[in-house]
């Protein structure tokens, strides 16, 4: 591959600007003037899963996070904010967590590799692994076994996402939104649905209802009120998180 200098990449950007105006004059005048995405994709940081580009959509089209290994943490600030942001004031209708083969975040995973930061990140997958192991056929290749970690995961994301208090409190408002798991092949560009969507919540978060959105951890605490001022501010259990913030001067 050509090396590109960092010069290169403000020549690129010119180039390309030039080229999206000429296509359609006034192309940005339009997208500074309003960002209308449809949907947010929860997607691994791998360089080779560019978002808009495999879905073919342009930029303004699609609300989009990236990580190693796209990976739900409870109390990931940034991720948990994104999601808001994106039901409550894009009004998005549909949540896409996209992992794709051969990730290496995940074969770090299944290698149950340490030292780094980036071990503590992934320990939900290792999670997802050892919750699983009875369905990893040891006599399978490393790259199925590999690949089959990464579609398991896209389902263990997607059931965090859908117990995010935010996703929750959508839900409990009767609001659509959609979750959806896909992977994304490297091999041959095509994106797959895994079949586990989600509409709406499970049986046992029907019974649970809003009583307890269940904080993990401080951030989420603020998710909670968050979510709470989509139900007006006062959920069954009385808890006033919403009223807490505003008296912090947090609308
Ligand atoms: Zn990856």
Redesign the pocket.
Do not use: L, T, W
């Given at each position: 591959m050509a090396e590109v200098s960092i010069q290169a990449l403000f020549d690129r950007n010119v180039d390309w600007a030039i080229a999206k105006t000429r296509q359609e004059p006034g192309y940005f005048r339009r997208l500074s003037a309003l960002q209308e995405p449809r949907f947010l994709w929860i997607g691994?940081?791998?360089s080779r899963?560019p978002a808009n580009e495999i879905v073919g959509l342009d930029p303004g089209e699609l609300f989009v996070h990236r990580n190693?290994?796209?990976v739900m943490h409870t109390g990931d600030l940034n991720l948990l904010s994104v999601i808001e942001f994106a039901v409550e004031a894009l009004g998005v209708e549909d949540i896409i967590v996209c992992?794709?083969y051969g990730?290496?975040?995940?074969r770090r995973a299944l290698a149950r590799q340490t030292g780094a930061l980036v071990d503590h990140w992934l320990a939900p997958v290792v999670e997802v692994y050892e919750r699983e192991r009875a369905r990893f056929d040891a006599g399978a290749s490393d790259e199925a076994r590999l690949n089959l970690l990464c579609e398991l995961n896209v389902e263990a994301q997607v059931e965090r996402v859908a117990h995010t208090p935010i996703v929750r409190a959508a839900w409990a408002t009767g609001r659509t939104l959609r979750i959806h798991g896909w992977i994304y092949g490297l091999k041959d560009g095509l994106v797959r649905d895994l079949g586990v969507s989600r509409d709406g919540p499970d049986k046992a978060q029907a019974e649970q209802a809003l009583l307890d959105p269940g904080p993990v951890d401080d951030w989420s605490e603020h998710v909670h009120a968050s979510a709470l001022r989509l139900l007006g501010g006062k959920a069954a259990c009385g808890c006033d998180a919403a009223g807490d913030l505003r008296s912090e001067g947090v609308q």
């Open positions: 691994c940081s791998d899963v190693i290994a796209n992992g794709h990730c290496g975040g995940v």
